[in-house]
């Protein structure tokens, strides 16, 4: 497709399993980039790579979170051991480089954890 | 570190202008940026403005910029009810290497 794609566009799951979220970037944008959006907390920064390597994991909460993207396309961001406090949608956005203002942004991935 | 802050709601009726107000911490922000998210979508970006630049206009908004107090405004002329989104200001540092820093997002709702 022409946009950023993102799978799952919902997931719940039960507190303390493991979840991945996959992030597709529009073909030819080297920069990814992963947001959490909750109630009332706007856009968290979580990380962003520039081709394979994430030069920036501040924004990562915790250990329990982890992200790799391999080919200079497709993200996966795991969280492991899920807890309520992760509940969120998890936002993906490409950009032709690092330093670009325009993001394109997918739909996000709405994850529930009960 | 770099922040932005924003209220977050804004309640206008269909036909009156819309202000909606940001201020910045970064000084060396080469450009602010305003984005729009509807309902069930992701964001999209709706205008910038470069830091040299005080105004810009572009059809039914109008961009602000006052770098001395570091406040960037977006003004939504004739506001129609498809204009009720979340409106998120951000700015990117002087550097280029790091990514854009969002405010909260301010709710605009438009009564008809």
């Known amino acids: 497709g022409a946009g950023v794609s993102q799978s799952p566009s919902n997931k719940v799951t039960e507190k303390g399993k493991d979840v991945e979220l996959r992030c597709d970037p529009i073909?030819?944008?080297?920069?990814l980039y992963w947001y959490r959006q909750s109630l009332g907390q706007g856009l968290e920064f979580l990380i962003y790579?520039?081709?394979?390597?994430?030069p920036d994991k501040s924004g990562l909460p915790s250990d329990r979170f982890s992200a790799e993207r391999t080919g200079g396309s497709v993200s996966t961001l795991t969280i492991q051991r899920t807890q309520q406090e992760d509940s969120a949608v998890y936002l993906c956005?490409?950009?032709w480089g690092q330093g670009a203002g325009e993001l394109f942004f997918g739909e996000g991935s709405r994850l529930t954890v009960l | 570190g770099e922040d932005v802050e924003q209220s977050l709601f804004l309640s206008v009726r269909e036909g009156d202008s819309s202000v909606i107000n940001c201020t910045y911490t970064?000084?060396?922000?080469?450009?602010l940026y305003w984005y729009k998210q509807e309902p069930g979508a992701g964001l999209q970006l709706l205008t910038y403005?470069?830091?040299?630049?005080d105004m810009k206009q572009d059809q039914r908004l109008t961009v602000l910029l006052n770098k001395k107090d570091k406040h960037l405004s977006l003004r939504i002329a004739d506001t129609q009810t498809g204009d009720s989104a979340i409106y998120f200001c951000?700015?990117?540092?002087?550097?280029?290497?790091?990514?854009?820093?969002f405010g909260k997002g301010t709710r605009l709702s438009v009564i008809a």
């Open positions: 956005a490409s950009s």
């Open positions: 970064d000084s060396s922000s080469t450009y």
């Open positions: 403005i470069f830091s040299n630049m």
């Open positions: 951000a700015e990117i540092g002087n550097s280029g290497n790091t990514p854009l820093v």
């Open positions: 073909s030819g944008h080297t920069a």
């Open positions: 790579f520039q081709g394979n390597s994430a």
